[in-house]
């Protein structure tokens, strides 16, 4: 049973770097038929899908082009995670953040952090 | 981008009847020669994540009960709750994964009547 559990902190100050983890059980960060996923979600933004990183061969990244310049998805195979760097963060960045595998779709999903920008 | 419109925002209907909720995209998702649909609804309860129900538009997801089902094909979309219960009361979410940024619908929200 595949699981991901998230970790990072709840308060971030403006212009500062949002930085959260996602551990993976059950399933290994260098899968050849999975890619490994940050979404958030908002109210004013519903749900937003922010990027990804798989292997296929070699490591590739997909970003939203609304992040495009703050965003870094990186994998960490000695421990088998993946993580989310968002720089420069305001107020909008205010969201529930999750993490999820897809395989096509988004078949495993983490337990969310609420993230809240803030002085 | 894709754009996903979901309609209506919110329904109720009355348990045990049936609950049809709509997607279209803004194009074609139609993403392999099998005549499959890159298009999957999600459920979301208050506090959790999204749960997949279905994917390639109409295969249901590990678990899920067969009174969910998905039909359509291109653009246009549906998920029929067959028989509504009550642990169904949630919200409901189309994603298109033909194309990146892989983009959501507004979601539909389900009560009872």
């Known amino acids: 049973q595949v699981q991901l559990q998230q970790s990072g902190p709840g308060l971030v100050k403006p212009s500062q770097t949002l930085s959260l983890t996602c551990a993976i059980s059950g399933d290994s960060v260098s899968s050849n038929n999975a890619a490994w996923n940050w979404i958030r979600q908002s109210p004013s933004r519903g749900l937003e899908w922010l990027g990804r990183t798989y292997y296929r061969s070699k490591w590739y990244n997909d970003y939203a082009v609304s992040v495009r310049s703050r965003i870094t998805i990186n994998p960490d195979t000695s421990k088998n995670q993946f993580s989310l760097q968002l720089n420069s963060v305001t107020p909008e960045d205010t969201a529930v953040y999750y993490c999820a595998r897809d395989q096509g779709a988004l078949n495993v999903w983490g337990q969310g952090t609420t993230v809240t920008v803030s002085s | 981008d894709i754009v996903m419109t979901q309609s209506p925002d919110s329904l109720a209907v009355s348990l045990g009847e049936r609950a049809t909720i709509n997607c279209k995209s803004s194009?074609?998702?139609?993403?392999?020669?099998?005549?499959?649909?890159?298009l999957a609804w999600y459920q979301q309860k208050p506090g959790q994540p999204p749960k997949l129900l279905v994917y390639l538009a109409s295969s249901r997801g590990s678990g899920v009960p067969d009174r969910f089902s998905g039909s359509g094909s291109g653009t246009d979309f549906t998920l029929t709750i067959g028989s509504l219960q009550a642990e169904d009361v949630a919200v409901y979410y189309c994603?298109?994964?033909?194309?990146?940024?892989?983009?959501f619908g507004g979601g539909t929200e389900v009560g009872i009547k």
């Open positions: 994603q298109q994964y033909y194309s990146t940024p892989h983009t």
């Open positions: 194009q074609s998702v139609l993403c392999n020669s099998n005549n499959q649909n890159c």
